[in-house]
C-alpha cells in the first residue's frame, strides 16, 4: 500500500489534474471566488489551510501560513500578468505547489514573499519565514533564460576622457573638489561657469543663490554627506525653495551627517519644471547615481555622483555643460560568446572580475537595444573596471556574464537595518531572509528558472536559500534545481545535506554570506554539480571555514561527488574546495550513510573535469583537509583506493581534467616508500599576460625605492615575492607534456616558469622531475624557465625543505642537459662537475648527477648532521628538524651522517631515488665498540671488509668498523628506472616500472650514548684512506645553458 501511495504522488506530481499543463486541470477552482472556500470569502489575513485544487488567478493578501495538506494544490494562473503569493510559512504537507511545469514553463510573473522578523520567543517555530516542504511537491518552472555566458570581446574601463566628450565648460576645468560633501557649481542658461561655491554644510550658501533667476546651480556629494552642525532638515527647506520653489520634497530631508550616498541635483532658480535630482543606488559597493541630464533650452547640463561605501576611491563628481544634443553617451554595447536574446530590457547582469582581486564584479541594468544582435545586449556605463574578453596566450581569460533576473521570484521582506540577535554586531543590515527547505519525506522539488534573493539566514544554522535536509537517497524522486539565479543571499545559495543524488545545473550564484553550493556533512553522494557559475563569495560567520580566507564558492565535503564545467568567479577565500571526513559529521552521524572510516579520503573524486577558478583571494582549488565533527578542519593524507571501503585495496589513480588554475602539489605522504605520485601532464601555464587588470601603481620596495608597476598584484602574498609558474613541493611531482609563457623578473620581483615552494620544511622526492616541457620565450631575454631564491630574496626560506628539494630535468628540455638536477647550491650537494645559474636565481645550482634522499625515521627529529668524505671536516650540513630530518645526496660522492646530540637506542632510515646504477654510498655514525644490530638481518649481511660493501650491487651487505665508529651500506636497486617510472623507487608493480623502496634500515643499539660524532676518527690520517675521498674532477662539468 506505502509502495502504491509513493507512486500515485510520484503521477501527481507530474500530471496535476491529468492535464498537458498544470494551470488547465479540470479540477481547479479559482482563488478569487468566495465559492472556493469553506468560509466562503477569500483570505484577506491569517493563516490558511489548501485541503483542495486551487488556482492562484490573483495576488493574495499578506497571509501568516499557508499549509497544503493531502488533496490540496495550488497552481499559479499563467494568465494574469503578475501574481503575488505572499506569506510567513508556506509549509506542504502532503499537497503541491505549482508555479508552471516542465512542459508548460509559467511566462508570466510571478512572486513568493516570504515575510516576517524573527520570531526569538520561547516556544517560537523552528522554521521560520519559509517554504517548508515535509510530503508533497514544489514545481518551479520559469521562463527559459540562458542562465550564463562569457564576454567576446574585451570591454574596457570608461575613462575620464569617455564620460567627458566636448562640453561648454566641466569641473574638471578648475582645481577640482576640496573636502567631501555637499559641492555647489553655479553656471548662466548657456553653459558657462558662474561662481565654484564650493563645499555646502548648511542653508546659508542655498540662500545666497535664491534670486539667481536663470541660472543653474548643480549640486553633487563627493565621498560622504557633511552637514556639520547644520540640521539635515533646515538645510533641505533652503535648498527646495531653490530647485523646487517649495513645491516638492527632496531626499536631503532623510539624510544624516557623514552618510556615503551619491546624491546630484541639478536646479534651474526660478523655474523648478526643469529641475530634478537622483540618489545613488548601491552595486558593486558604490552608491551611484549614473548621469542626470537636463535640457535647459539649448544646453545641457549633466552631473554625476559616485560614492565608494568603505575606504577611499571615491571618484569626484562630474559636472559639465554641453551643447544640446552633444552630451556623450555613456551606453555600452557588450558582445557575448552565446546567445543571449532570451534577457531582456530591464534584466540585471553581473560581469565577473578578470583581475585578482574578485571585488571588481559589476551589475548593470540592460537598456533597450533594437540594433543589438542575439549576442549582444547594452547596458549603461561607467564601467570601472576593465573586464577581459579574449582568449590569451591559450588560456581563455573571457570573463563570465549571468543573468541575475527571472519571472519567477522567491525572495525574503527585509527591514531597514539589522535587529534583534541577528548578528548585528557584524551586519549593520538584515540578514534574516526567505528558505526553500525540503524535508525526507518530499517526493519532488524541482526548480528551474527562477530568482531568489534575500534569502538565507546567517544567524540561524539550517535556514539557507535552497536546502535540502538530510533527505537521504532521491534517485527515485524528481529533482533538480537548474537555470536559476541566486543572489544577494545571506546564509548560501544551494546547501545539499545528507542528500543523494541531487543535480544542481546551470545556475548562477552571486553576492552571498559564506560557502555558496554547499554539501554540508560528508555524507553526500552521487550529486552533481554541472555548468554552474559563482561568484561574490564573502565570509560568514556560521562555520569556521565561512572565514575571510577559507570561505568556498563550491564546498565538497565528500569526493563521490560529480564537479563538471562549473565556474568558481571570485571569493574571499577559495574557488573549489573538496575536502573529506573521518566519518560523516553533524546530523549525518546520526544516520547511516553507508560509509566506514576513513572512506571519503580514500575515495575518488568521481568526476571533475572542465571546471575554472580565478580572482579568488587564496586558492582556487584545494584538495584536502579532514572535515572535524566541530567544523574546523585539518590537512589529511588523501590516497585514493579502488575499493575505497578497504584500505589495503590497490591504489587508484585521481585525474583532475581540463582545470583552469594554477597548482601546488602537497604530497600526503612524500616520504611514504610506496608508489604513489603526482602530475601535471598537458597543461598551460602563463603569468603576465595583456589582461594587466586594474594597475597597482606606485609600490615602494624593500630598499624604499619606488616604483610604478602597470598592472594588478595578487592579494593573497606581498609583491616582491616571486611569480612561480608551477612550483615543486613535496611529491614525487611530475610535469609532463606542459607549456610556459608569461614569466619575466622585473624591477618588482623575480619570476620563473619553474620553480620550488618558498617556504617549506617537508621532505621532498628526489626524482621529482620535468619533462617534454616547451616555453613560449627565449630565456633570458624574454623570460625565465626556472627561478629559485635563497634566504636573501623576499619571501624565500632557508628550511630543510628549501635547502634539499631536487628538481630533476629528465630530458633536457628545461634546461638542456638530460637528466641533470637542479639543487640549492650548498656545498653538500654541489661538486666540480655542477655549475651556477645567477640568472636563475641565488638557490640554483645545475649537476649532471643523479640525487638520492636518505629519511631518518623512527628516533624522530633527533638533531643530526651530514659530512660529505671529501669535503670532510671543512664543511658539514645540519638538519633543523622542524618537521623532519632528511638530507638530499649527491651519488656521485659518499656521506657520513653524525648525531651531534645522544646517538638513540634504535633509529631507521629510508633510501629514496637508487635504482639499477645508480647507488648511494652512505655511513651512518652509531659510535665507537657498539655491537650495531641492523634490520632487518634477512637483507643485510654484515661484512669484515669495506671493499665487499663498495662493491655490492644487490644491496645486502653493511660493513662496522667499531674504532671509527662508522656503519657503511652501498644503497642500489636491481631495477631500472624507465621513462615512464614515476615512483620514487622502481619496481615490478606495473608496466611503467614502479615500485617500493625497500631500502629501509633499523639500528639497533645495547643503549643510547653521546658517542654521535665521528668526524675526528673517520677522517684522521689513518682512516683517510678509507673514509676521506678525493674530490670528484671536473671532467664532464656542466657549462650554463644557453637557450636559442
Given at each position: 500500500?506505502l509502495?502504491w501511495?509513493a ?7 507530474t500530471?496535476p ?11 481547479l477552482q ?6 472556493s472556500?469553506d468560509a ?10 489548501i485541503?483542495?485544487?486551487l ?8 497571509l ?9 494544490r495550488l497552481?499559479f494562473d ?8 505572499s ?14 511545469s516542465?512542459?508548460c514553463p ?16 520561547e516556544g517560537?517555530a523552528?522554521?521560520q519565514?519559509?517554504?517548508l516542504?515535509?510530503?508533497g511537491a514544489?514545481e518551479v518552472h520559469g521562463?527559459p533564460k540562458?542562465?550564463?555566458t562569457?564576454?567576446a570581446a ?9 564620460l567627458?566628450?566636448n ?10 573638489f576640496?573636502g ?11 553653459g558657462?561657469?558662474?561662481q565654484?561655491?564650493?563645499?555646502v ?9 535664491l534670486d ?12 560622504m554627506?557633511?552637514f ?6 533646515a538645510?533641505?527647506?533652503?535648498f527646495?525653495?531653490l530647485?523646487y ?6 531626499a ?5 551627517d557623514?552618510q556615503?550616498l551619491a546624491?546630484v541635483?541639478?536646479c534651474h532658480?526660478g523655474s523648478p519644471e526643469?529641475?530634478?535630482e537622483?540618489v545613488?543606488?548601491?552595486n558593486?559597493?558604490?552608491?551611484h547615481?549614473?548621469?542626470?541630464v537636463?535640457?535647459?533650452?539649448d544646453?545641457?547640463?549633466?552631473a554625476?555622483s559616485?560614492?565608494?561605501?568603505s575606504?577611499?576611491?571615491?571618484p ?17 554595447i ?7 536574446s532570451?534577457w531582456?530590457?530591464?534584466d ?6 578578470t ?8 551589475e548593470f541594468?540592460l537598456?533597450?537595444c533594437?540594433s543589438?544582435?542575439a549576442?549582444q545586449?547594452k547596458v ?15 588560456v581563455?581569460?573571457?570573463?563570465e556574464v549571468g543573468?541575475?533576473t ?17 548578528l548585528?554586531?557584524?551586519f549593520?543590515y ?8 525540503m ?6 522539488a524541482?526548480?528551474?528558472n ?11 544554522i ?6 535540502f535536509?538530510?533527505?537521504?537517497d532521491?534517485?527515485?524522486?524528481d529533482?533538480?534545481?537548474r537555470?536559476n539565479?541566486i543572489?544577494?543571499?545571506?546564509s548560501?545559495?544551494?546547501t ?12 548562477v ?5 559564506g ?22 563569495t ?6 569556521p571555514?565561512d ?9 565538497v565535503t565528500?569526493?563521490d ?5 562549473n ?15 573521518d566519518?560523516?559529521t ?5 544516520v ?6 576513513k ?18 583571494r587564496r586558492?582556487?582549488?584545494r584538495?584536502?583537509?579532514v572535515?572535524?565533527?566541530d ?5 589529511v593524507?588523501?590516497f585514493p583506493?579502488?575499493?575505497?571501503t578497504d584500505?589495503r585495496?590497490?591504489m587508484?589513480f585521481?585525474h583532475?581534467d581540463d582545470?583552469g588554475?594554477g597548482?601546488i602539489?602537497a604530497?600526503a ?18 603569468g603576465d599576460?595583456?589582461?594587466?587588470g586594474e594597475?597597482a601603481?606606485?609600490?615602494r620596495?624593500p630598499?624604499?625605492?619606488v616604483?610604478?608597476v602597470d598592472?594588478?598584484?595578487p ?7 616571486a611569480?612561480?609558474?608551477v ?6 611531482v ?6 610556459f ?12 616558469a619553474i620553480?620550488k615552494?618558498l617556504?617549506n ?11 617534454n ?8 631575454a624574454?623570460?625565465s624557465?626556472?627561478y629559485?631564491?635563497?634566504g636573501?630574496v ?14 630533476l630535468?629528465w630530458?633536457g ?15 653538500l650537494?654541489m661538486n666540480?662537475?655542477?655549475v ?9 645550482g645545475?649537476?649532471?648527477d643523479?640525487?638520492n ?7 624522530g ?10 669535503l670532510?671536516t671543512?664543511?658539514m ?5 622542524e ?8 651519488s656521485a660522492e659518499?656521506?657520513?651522517?653524525h648525531f ?5 637506542a634504535?633509529f631507521?632510515?629510508n633510501?629514496?631515488g637508487v ?13 665507537a665498540?657498539q655491537?650495531?644490530d641492523?634490520?632487518?638481518?634477512m637483507?643485510y649481511t654484515?661484512v669484515?671488509?669495506i671493499?665487499?660493501v ?5 644491496n645486502?651487505?653493511y660493513?662496522y ?8 651500506f ?12 614515476t615512483?620514487?623507487?622502481p619496481?615490478d608493480l606495473?608496466e ?17 650514548h ?6 675526528s676518527?673517520a ?5 683517510s684512506a ?9 671532467e664532464?662539468?656542466?657549462a650554463?645553458?644557453v637557450?636559442?
Amino acid at each position: 500500500m506505502l509502495m502504491w501511495t509513493a507512486l500515485l504522488l510520484a503521477v501527481l506530481a507530474t500530471d496535476p489534474g491529468g492535464a498537458e499543463c498544470p494551470h488547465e486541470a479540470s479540477d481547479l477552482q479559482p482563488w478569487s471566488v468566495a465559492s472556493s472556500w469553506d468560509a466562503g470569502a477569500v483570505p484577506a489575513s491569517g493563516d490558511v489551510t489548501i485541503d483542495r485544487p486551487l488556482l492562484l488567478d490573483v495576488s493574495t493578501a499578506a497571509l501568516g501560513t499557508v499549509t497544503i495538506v493531502d488533496g490540496g494544490r495550488l497552481v499559479f494562473d499563467p494568465s494574469a500578468d503578475e501574481l503575488l503569493l505572499s506569506a510567513s510559512l508556506i509549509e506542504l504537507d502532503g499537497g503541491e505547489l505549482w508555479i508552471g511545469s516542465e512542459e508548460c514553463p509559467f511566462e508570466s510573473r510571478a512572486e513568493v514573499l516570504l515575510t516576517g522578523q524573527r520570531d526569538e520567543a520561547e516556544g517560537a517555530a523552528a522554521v521560520q519565514k519559509a517554504v517548508l516542504v515535509r510530503r508533497g511537491a514544489l514545481e518551479v518552472h520559469g521562463k527559459p533564460k540562458r542562465s550564463w555566458t562569457k564576454l567576446a570581446a574585451t570591454v574596457p574601463k570608461s575613462t575620464r576622457e569617455d564620460l567627458l566628450g566636448n562640453p561648454i565648460y566641466s569641473v574638471q576645468d578648475e582645481e577640482g573638489f576640496r573636502g567631501n560633501g555637499f559641492h555647489m557649481y553655479e553656471l548662466d542658461s548657456d553653459g558657462n561657469p558662474v561662481q565654484n561655491w564650493g563645499r555646502v554644510t548648511g542653508p546659508r550658501k542655498f540662500s545666497r543663490v535664491l534670486d539667481h533667476t536663470g541660472n543653474v546651480v548643480v549640486v553633487a556629494v563627493s565621498l560622504m554627506t557633511r552637514f556639520g552642525r547644520h540640521d539635515p532638515v533646515a538645510t533641505a527647506e533652503v535648498f527646495e525653495s531653490l530647485c523646487y520653489g517649495g513645491e516638492r520634497q527632496s531626499a536631503i530631508r532623510g539624510m544624516v551627517d557623514r552618510q556615503r550616498l551619491a546624491f546630484v541635483a541639478i536646479c534651474h532658480v526660478g523655474s523648478p519644471e526643469n529641475s530634478a535630482e537622483m540618489v545613488g543606488t548601491v552595486n558593486n559597493g558604490r552608491s551611484h547615481t549614473g548621469r542626470v541630464v537636463q535640457t535647459i533650452g539649448d544646453v545641457e547640463f549633466a552631473a554625476m555622483s559616485t560614492v565608494v561605501l568603505s575606504g577611499p576611491g571615491s571618484p569626484p563628481p562630474e559636472i559639465a555643460s554641453y551643447v544640446a544634443g552633444t552630451t556623450p553617451s555613456m551606453d555600452v554595447i557588450l558582445t557575448m560568446t552565446a546567445d543571449v536574446s532570451s534577457w531582456e530590457t530591464g534584466d540585471r547582469i553581473v560581469i565577473a572580475s578578470t583581475d585578482f582581486n574578485r571585488d571588481q564584479e559589476e551589475e548593470f541594468d540592460l537598456l533597450d537595444c533594437p540594433s543589438c544582435d542575439a549576442t549582444q545586449v547594452k547596458v549603461m556605463g561607467p564601467i570601472w573596471y576593465t573586464h577581459w574578453g579574449e582568449i590569451t596566450d591559450g588560456v581563455d581569460m573571457r570573463g563570465e556574464v549571468g543573468d541575475l533576473t527571472r519571472n519567477v521570484q522567491f525572495h525574503g521582506q527585509m527591514e531597514d537595518a539589522c535587529y534583534g540577535s541577528n548578528l548585528c554586531d557584524s551586519f549593520d543590515y538584515d540578514t534574516f531572509g526567505g528558505q526553500i527547505k525540503m524535508l525526507v519525506g518530499f517526493n519532488s522539488a524541482r526548480i528551474e528558472n527562477a530568482e531568489f534573493y534575500h534569502m538565507g539566514q546567517q544567524s540561524v544554522i539550517g535556514s539557507y536559500p535552497i536546502h535540502f535536509h538530510m533527505c537521504l537517497d532521491t534517485s527515485q524522486k524528481d529533482v533538480y534545481i537548474r537555470g536559476n539565479a541566486i543572489h544577494n543571499t545571506f546564509s548560501r545559495c544551494l546547501t545539499i545535506h545528507g542528500t543523494h543524488n541531487v543535480t544542481a545545473e546551470n545556475n548562477v550564484a552571486f553576492d552571498h554570506l559564506g560557502h555558496c553550493f554547499f554539501l554540508e556533512d560528508g555524507g553526500e553522494q552521487d550529486n552533481r554539480l554541472i555548468g554552474n557559475l559563482g561568484m561574490g563569495t564573502k565570509a560568514g560567520t556560521l562555520l569556521p571555514t565561512d572565514a575571510l580566507n577559507k570561505v568556498s564558492t563550491f564546498w565538497v565535503t565528500n569526493p563521490d561527488n560529480e564537479v563538471i564545467n562549473n565556474v568558481a568567479a571570485g571569493s574571499e577565500g577559495m574557488g573549489i574546495w573538496i575536502l573529506m571526513p573521518d566519518l560523516p559529521t553533524g546530523p549525518s552521524a546520526n544516520v547511516d550513510m553507508g560509509l566506514v572510516e576513513k572512506q571519503a579520503s580514500r575515495t575518488l573524486v568521481k568526476a571533475f573535469q572542465g571546471n575554472v577558478a580565478h580572482s579568488n583571494r587564496r586558492f582556487g582549488f584545494r584538495l584536502d583537509d579532514v572535515l572535524l565533527p566541530d567544523g574546523t578542519v585539518q590537512p589529511v593524507s588523501y590516497f585514493p583506493r579502488v575499493d575505497p571501503t578497504d584500505p589495503r585495496s590497490d591504489m587508484a589513480f585521481l585525474h583532475l581534467d581540463d582545470f583552469g588554475i594554477g597548482l601546488i602539489f602537497a604530497s600526503a605522504g612524500p616520504a611514504n616508500p610506496n608508489e604513489h605520485n603526482e602530475m601535471l601532464s598537458g597543461a598551460r601555464i602563463v603569468g603576465d599576460t595583456a589582461n594587466k587588470g586594474e594597475p597597482a601603481g606606485a609600490v615602494r620596495l624593500p630598499s624604499g625605492q619606488v616604483i610604478q608597476v602597470d598592472r594588478s598584484l595578487p592579494r593573497s602574498r606581498p609583491a616582491q615575492h616571486a611569480q612561480i609558474g608551477v612550483a615543486f613541493y613535496r611529491g614525487p611531482v611530475h610535469v609532463v607534456d606542459t607549456s610556459f609563457a608569461g614569466f619575466q623578473t622585473n624591477a618588482l620581483r623575480p619570476a620563473g616558469a619553474i620553480g620550488k615552494k618558498l617556504s617549506n620544511p617537508y621532505f621532498s622526492s628526489p626524482i621529482a622531475s620535468v619533462r617534454n616541457a616547451t616555453f613560449d620565450f627565449t630565456d633570458p631575454a624574454g623570460g625565465s624557465r626556472f627561478y629559485d631564491g635563497d634566504g636573501t630574496v623576499p619571501g624565500y626560506k632557508e628550511r630543510d625543505g628549501n635547502r634539499h628539494n631536487v628538481v630533476l630535468d629528465w630530458d633536457g628540455s628545461l634546461t638542456t642537459y638530460p637528466r641533470a638536477s637542479l639543487v640549492r647550491p650548498i656545498p653538500l650537494l654541489m661538486n666540480a662537475r655542477c655549475v651556477l645559474l645567477p640568472n636563475w636565481g641565488p638557490g640554483v645550482g645545475l649537476c649532471p648527477d643523479r640525487f638520492n634522499r636518505v629519511q631518518l625515521s623512527i628516533a624522530g627529529n633527533i638533531p643530526t648532521f651530514m659530512t660529505r668524505n671529501d669535503l670532510q671536516t671543512a664543511e658539514m650540513e645540519t638538519a633543523l628538524a622542524e618537521r623532519q630530518v632528511s638530507y638530499s645526496l649527491n651519488s656521485a660522492e659518499s656521506y657520513i651522517m653524525h648525531f651531534n646530540t645522544t646517538v638513540p637506542a634504535r633509529f631507521g632510515f629510508n633510501m629514496f631515488g637508487v635504482q639499477q646504477g645508480l647507488a648511494q654510498l652512505v655511513g651512518v655514525c652509531v659510535g665507537a665498540n657498539q655491537e650495531p644490530d641492523v634490520k632487518p638481518r634477512m637483507q643485510y649481511t654484515f661484512v669484515n671488509d669495506i671493499q665487499e660493501v663498495l662493491t655490492d650491487e644487490s644491496n645486502s651487505k653493511y660493513f662496522y668498523d667499531p674504532a671509527i665508529g662508522v656503519v657503511v651500506f652501498r644503497f642500489t636497486s636491481q631495477t631500472p628506472r624507465t621513462d615512464t617510472t614515476t615512483s620514487h623507487c622502481p619496481g615490478d608493480l606495473d608496466e611503467d616500472g614502479n615500485g617500493i623502496c625497500t631500502t629501509r634500515v633499523v639500528i639497533e643499539l645495547p643503549a643510547e650514548h653521546e658517542d654521535g660524532d665521528c668526524r675526528s676518527r673517520a677522517y684522521a690520517d689513518k682512516a683517510s684512506a678509507v673514509y676521506a675521498t678525493e674530490p670528484v674532477s671536473a671532467e664532464g662539468a656542466l657549462a650554463v645553458p644557453v637557450f636559442a
